[in-house]
């Protein structure tokens, strides 16, 4: 079945720090590709999404790029804010299921 | 863009008692939709779909006589949480699709039984 192997965390940076999550899939055909973040006691907000390889997502200044030969989607950015402090799940979804496989989440703790 | 809500956001029931969730979809038809039950500090477990006018989905494990999942309409589903117990504690999400790739989540609830 489809699974998901994401980075464990917690990872805890310094403001400006750069930020790597570590994602890879394995999944039946070429699903599409999402990271969904989480503050607390709140509901999952898609951050950016990528639907086929080599696709680059992007927002506030996340990256992910959709990478087939090594079944991968890590998130990246340049340089966090402590506003960045949550919880981040790596998400495949294939097509024909219609059902996104969550990661185990990362919990991601920015200091000032 | 798609909105979708949940409610509560918040309750505290006895044990042995029911509660509902609601999960609408604002501004889009919603032909699917999911219930989530989040543990702390852990990923999210897929409980259910739910297909307007037809029966849900359970995910094994799941028992369908203790989480009645109802999609009435193009815009609503409900999980009702019956004979609650303590165990039953958790933060359920519910996620409202509108086409293969739009996937919107609601805020969440998260249910205590005392």
Redesign the interface.
């Known amino acids: 079945g489809d699974s998901v192997t994401q980075m464990e965390g917690p990872v805890t940076l310094s403001e400006e720090a750069f930020l790597t999550i570590n994602c890879t899939y394995t999944a039946t055909g070429y699903p599409?590709l999402?990271w969904?973040v989480q503050y607390p006691?709140?509901?999952?907000?898609?951050l950016l999404?990528a639907?086929k390889a080599d696709d680059k997502g992007s927002n506030k200044g996340f990256e992910a790029t959709y990478r087939k030969e090594t079944t991968s989607f890590h998130l990246e950015k340049g340089s966090v804010q402590v506003s960045d402090s949550a919880v981040y799940?790596c998400a495949p979804?294939v097509?024909a299921a219609?059902?996104?496989t969550?990661?185990?989440?990362t919990?991601l703790t920015v200091l000032p | 863009g798609a909105v979708v809500s949940q409610h509560p956001s918040r309750v505290i029931c006895k044990s042995g008692t029911s509660v509902k969730i609601e999960c609408r979809s604002l501004d889009f038809q919603a032909t699917t939709m999911f219930w989530y039950r989040q543990f702390p500090k852990q990923s999210l477990m897929l409980m259910a779909t739910s297909n307007e006018g037809s029966k849900a989905t359970y995910e094994q494990g799941v028992e369908k006589d203790k989480f009645l999942i109802n999609h009435a309409s193009l815009t609503l589903s409900t999980l009702t949480v019956t004979s609650a117990h303590p165990e039953d504690s958790s933060f359920y999400i519910c996620s409202a699709s509108r086409s293969a790739l739009g996937y919107t989540f609601g805020s969440g609830t998260r249910l205590t039984v005392v």
Not at chain 1, 41 to 46: A, D, F, I, R
Not at chain 1, 102 to 105: E, I, M, R, T
């Open positions: 599409s999402f969904y006691g709140e509901g999952l907000q898609l999404k639907t799940f979804l097509r219609r059902q996104l969550f990661g185990s989440g919990q």
